[in-house]
């Protein structure tokens, strides 16, 4: 276990609707990526935030938005869904900016379906 | 643009057996490279890492092996076993925030 917690574990979504995805970052660390993970693929990388700022982008529309709160904890927020944004989404914590460290801890994922 | 790719999409590797799993990555800018092993159901955790300023690292039953004249980089696994069955990505790192990812090698031990 990493300390990485992300909720929901699954959900079904509808073309057009908006979703909300959590991550609660491991316990000290201060940093947080989003990634995307289609079915059959590696992680593509969202953005991350550090210290409640986002700290840089992936090739991501904006309709891909996120927040970071004080305890550092994390919201990745989709509006006007797409069937392609049907994708395993996962968060994950480091302690410091990802070039100084390799170590991201990784959520179990939210795992969303859109119809 | 940037890349990172895994020469084979499977391996099927005989339990006690060691494993190979390749990887080739086109960004000469990339300075940082870390192997994540993801089981079914779980996130990507971390395996190894190894930074362009050395050629080979050594864990437990696995070393890494970069090579940047010809931009590969390799995963040894030592004998291998039941729970080394999973999908295995190379990540490249190359500026202060994002690590891109290859499409993995499905490993898969025979008893």
């Known amino acids: 276990e990493t300390g990485v917690t992300q909720s929901p574990t699954h959900l079904i979504k509808t073309r057009g609707q908006q979703v909300t995805l959590r991550c609660s970052s491991q316990s000290g660390h201060n940093t947080v990526s989003w990634y995307q993970q289609a079915l059959g693929q590696g992680p593509q990388f969202i953005f991350q935030y550090y210290r409640e700022e986002e700290n840089g982008r992936g090739n991501f529309p904006p309709r891909f938005s996120g927040l970071q709160f004080p305890n550092y904890s994390s919201e990745l927020n989709v509006n006007a869904l797409e069937l392609d944004d049907s994708a395993l989404y996962l968060c994950?914590?480091?302690?410091?900016?990802?070039?100084?460290?390799?170590?991201?801890?990784f959520g179990e994922g939210s795992r969303l379906t859109v119809l | 643009g940037e890349s990172v790719g895994l020469h084979l999409p499977t391996l099927s590797v005989q339990e006690g057996d060691n494993s190979i799993i390749n990887c080739a990555y086109s960004n000469s800018a990339s300075d940082y490279f870390i192997w994540y092993k993801q089981e079914s159901g779980k996130g990507p955790q971390f395996i190894i890492d190894i930074r362009s300023n050395m050629d080979k690292r050594q864990g437990q039953r696995v070393t890494v092996l970069l090579n940047k004249t010809v931009k590969h980089l390799s995963l040894q696994i030592a004998a291998t076993q039941p729970g080394d069955s999973a999908v295995y990505f190379c990540a490249e790192n190359s500026n202060d925030y994002k690590l891109s990812f290859g499409a993995g090698t499905t490993v898969t031990v025979r008893a």
């Open positions: 994950a914590s480091s302690g410091g900016l990802a070039g100084n460290t390799g170590e991201l801890f």
